[in-house]
T-cell receptor, first 115, second 116 residues
């Protein structure tokens, strides 16, 4: 696609429910990132995918968080048993290749509200 | 551990003023530095990307400079307009071989308000 696409744009859920967030990167982009942005806070790294390499999961805050990516296409971020502190905007970004200029492009984000 | 600082957190200027936004980072072993703009409730829009070997990049009224050795970058906005009101973030990507080239580190941003 023309840009990074994320869905849903807004999600309201009850505490304890599971949620799944989706990211469609720019076609051909091998690198994909998930970040979290809490209200009034900076961006917090969650996970990084690069091609077929093992993902860097070091930013995932707990084992309730997981993410998958199918090849170099869609990624899903799953949060199990959601807690109120999971409320945030979840941002996805993609980049063309591991090397090279490396401009990062972001989607509009998925705003998650846990009641 | 790389730390990126943007001070002040907020800035208000009258329309037409030229202004400089600052970004500092603690580890000079970077691959590149990117400036973004974020409007309320939106994602991040890329403004300028500077490679570690470059000193500056320009796009329209924006000019970004990089002094890697001192750990500083500035974003210069000429003739500011109310439409420039947004939060401006800088992010650094670690250099190759540092073992951490996956994690961009972001500053918390500077919220700019340009008064008509």
């Amino acid at each position: 696609g023309a840009g990074v696409s994320q869905s849903p744009s807004n999600k309201v859920t009850e505490k304890g429910k599971d949620v799944e967030l989706r990211c469609d990167p720019i076609s051909g982009h091998t690198a994909l990132y998930w970040y979290r942005q809490r209200l009034g806070q900076g961006l917090e790294f969650l996970i990084y995918f690069q091609g077929n390499s093992a993902p860097d999961k070091s930013g995932l805050p707990s084992d309730r968080f997981s993410a998958e990516r199918t090849g170099e296409s869609v990624s899903t971020l799953t949060i199990q048993r959601t807690q109120q502190e999971d409320s945030a905007v979840y941002l996805c970004a993609s980049r063309g290749s591991r090397l090279g200029p490396g401009e990062l492009f972001f989607g509009e984000g998925s705003r998650l509200t846990v009641l | 551990k790389q730390e990126v600082t943007q001070i002040p957190a907020a800035l208000s200027v009258p329309e037409g003023e030229n202004l400089v936004l600052n970004c500092s980072f603690t580890d000079s072993a970077i691959y590149n530095l990117q400036w973004f703009r974020q409007d309320p409730g939106k994602g991040l829009t890329s403004l300028l990307l500077i490679q570690s070997s470059q000193r500056e990049q320009t796009s329209g009224r924006l000019n970004a400079s990089l002094d890697k050795s001192s750990g500083r970058s500035t974003l210069y906005i000429a003739a500011s307009q109310p439409g420039d009101s947004a939060t401006y973030l800088c992010a650094v990507r670690p250099g190759e071989g540092t073992g951490a080239n996956s994690k961009l580190t972001f500053g918390k941003g500077i919220t700019l308000s340009v008064r008509p």
